[in-house]
C-alpha cells in the first residue's frame, strides 16, 4: 500500500511560479514510476508529467517547457515546478504512483488545487 500527500497548491496570478510536492509513504525506489495529472472542471484527468524510477521524464505538449518534474530520493517526494502559468492550468492536480509486481497498482494522492487568475 502507497500512500501520496500533495501540498503547494494554492493562488498565483497569471506568469507566476508553483511547486507542488507528492509525499510518499514508502521508498519511491519501490514505485516504477510517479507522476502529477490534473482535472479542470468539466474536462477528464490529464497527465501533465511523469518521471520513471531511471530518471526519465514525460511531459503534455501544453506544458513542456514551463513544468519540470523531479524527485528527491532521500525524502520520498516527487516535485512538480510549474512557471509561466496560465489560466488554463487552473486545475485539482494529483499525484499518481505505479507498482508494477505481478499485477499492475495504481495510488492516487487527494488532490490539491491550483488556481492561476487572469
Known amino acids: 500500500q502507497v500512500q501520496l500527500v500533495e501540498s503547494g497548491g494554492g493562488l498565483v496570478q497569471v506568469g507566476g511560479s508553483l511547486r507542488l510536492s507528492c509525499a510518499a509513504s514508502v521508498s519511491i525506489f519501490r514505485i516504477n514510476a510517479m507522476g502529477w495529472y490534473r482535472q479542470a472542471p468539466g474536462k477528464q484527468r490529464e497527465l501533465v508529467a511523469a518521471?520513471?524510477?531511471?530518471?526519465?521524464?514525460n511531459y503534455a505538449d501544453s506544458v513542456k517547457g514551463r513544468f519540470t518534474i523531479s524527485r528527491d530520493n532521500a525524502k520520498n517526494t516527487v516535485y512538480l515546478q510549474m512557471n509561466s502559468l496560465k489560466p488554463e492550468d487552473t486545475a485539482v492536480y494529483y499525484c499518481?504512483?505505479?507498482?508494477?509486481?505481478?499485477?499492475?497498482?495504481?495510488?492516487w494522492g487527494q488532490g490539491t488545487q491550483v488556481t492561476v487568475s487572469s
Open positions: 518521471i520513471a524510477s531511471g530518471g526519465s521524464t
Open positions: 499518481n504512483a505505479l507498482v508494477v509486481r505481478n499485477t499492475m497498482t495504481e495510488y
